[in-house]
Every structure is written in C-alpha cells, then in structure tokens.
C-alpha cells in the first residue's frame, strides 16, 4: 500500500514542480502535502527522496526540503544536454529496436490520432503523452541507462518550460514529428531518427528562452 500511495504522491509532486505549481525554492511542508494527498508520511517521505534523487528538490537538513532553485542558464543547459541524449537514443533506437517496439509505436500513435482532439486544454494528459513518445522510444534503445537520465532530464526541461513562461507545443502540434522520429526508427535509418528528433526538440519555445537569457546576460552587463 505504501508503495503505490509513494508512487502516486511523486507522480502528482513532480507534476507540480514541473508545471511551476509549485515554483522555485517553495517549502515543501510536510504536514499540508500529507493532507492535500491524503497520504501519510512515510510514503510522501518516500517519494520526496525520489524527487530528490532526479534533482527537483532539496533537502534542507531539518528544515525540509524546497523545490530546487532554478537559473535562466541552469534551465537552458538541462534542455542541451536533454536533446543531445534522447538524438543518440533514438540512433540507438533504430539499430535494435525488435518488433514489440514496432507494436508499441503503432499504438501509441493509434491512441494518440484518437483522444488528441479530446484533451486539448488538458495539460497532464498532454505532458504524459509527450513523455510516454519519449519512453517507447528509450525502450527502444535497450539501454537502461537512457532511461534513467532521459527520466531525469525530462522532468527538469520540462519544468524549464514553465518556470520561463514559455509556451508548451501540444500533442496536435507535434504529431508529424513524433511520425517522422519513429518512421525512422522503423526503418533502421539512424541518421533520420537523431535528425527527427533533433527537430522534435529544437522547438520555438526554446529560442524564446534563449532569448530570455540572453536579455538577462545584458541587463547583467
């Protein structure tokens, strides 16, 4: 029971970090969190330490935890190194992806054709959508280590999005690029699959950041 109360109190603590619901340096307090969960503290202890571990809070000695702090630079460098790893991933992907990942992108992009038009305004149906394109794919590569840091970056450059105020492409936007990442990957094109995915992530939204910091290194000036 602990463990999938733990499962459930991360899965929805992470949602708020990484939608800015709750911000920057923000107390995480203990006995509101056990409440607003209806959890108890062991398992919201538990899932805390696993926010920890993927760097999106801090402990605080005996004062807590906050969430963890976040520059323009720190934000954008996250979203580098993010981008770099999931191109070589979905390289990887394309030399041994194997026929149950076949499956699993024709379904996925099955469901996808079929409720996209159905949660437009809903951003968590939209973010585990996204999150799950990234996932077949990191399966895909047979390399657990992906997995783990791929899980880890997502969540920081997803909450660079949102700590910047910077626009969130949906699911409508990006499903031809999601198409072309695992087309390629499909057909055993390395080249095409870190190239669609390099596309799939040099997106608008980030240039607006790099522009944003940018203006800070100015005013800094």
Not at 47 to 58: D, H, M, P
Not at 131 to 154: G, P
Request: with cysteine; proline share 3%.
């Amino acid at each position: 029971m602990n463990k999938r109360k733990s499962d459930e109190a991360y899965a929805e603590l992470r949602s708020r970090i990484m939608m800015a619901i709750l911000p920057p340096n923000a107390v995480l307090d203990e006995k509101r969190l056990t409440e607003d969960l209806s959890i108890g503290r062991t398992p919201l202890r538990e899932a805390v330490l696993r926010l920890e571990q993927e760097g999106l809070v801090v402990s605080m000695g005996r004062r807590g935890y906050v969430v963890a702090s976040a520059t323009p630079a720190d934000l954008m460098r996250a979203y580098e190194l993010r981008r770099e790893l999931e191109c070589f991933t979905a390289g990887l992907a394309a030399e041994r992806r194997g026929p149950e990942d076949l499956a699993k992108f024709d379904a996925f992009l099955a469901r996808m054709e079929a409720e996209m038009d159905d949660h437009r305004e809903d951003v968590h149906w939209q973010l585990a959508a996204d999150e799950e394109f990234h996932r077949i794919i990191a399966d895909a590569s047979d390399n657990r280590f992906a997995k783990q840091y791929l899980n880890f970056l997502f969540g920081l450059s997803v909450r660079s999005l949102y700590v910047s105020r910077v626009p969130v492409t949906l699911v409508q936007e990006e499903i031809d690029n999601y198409r072309s990442v695992l087309t390629a990957i499909r057909m055993r094109d390395v080249a095409a699959a870190s190239a669609a995915m390099g596309r799939h992530l040099t997106i608008n939204p980030m240039q607006a950041m790099a522009d944003s910091l940018s203006g800070s290194r100015r005013q800094a000036l």
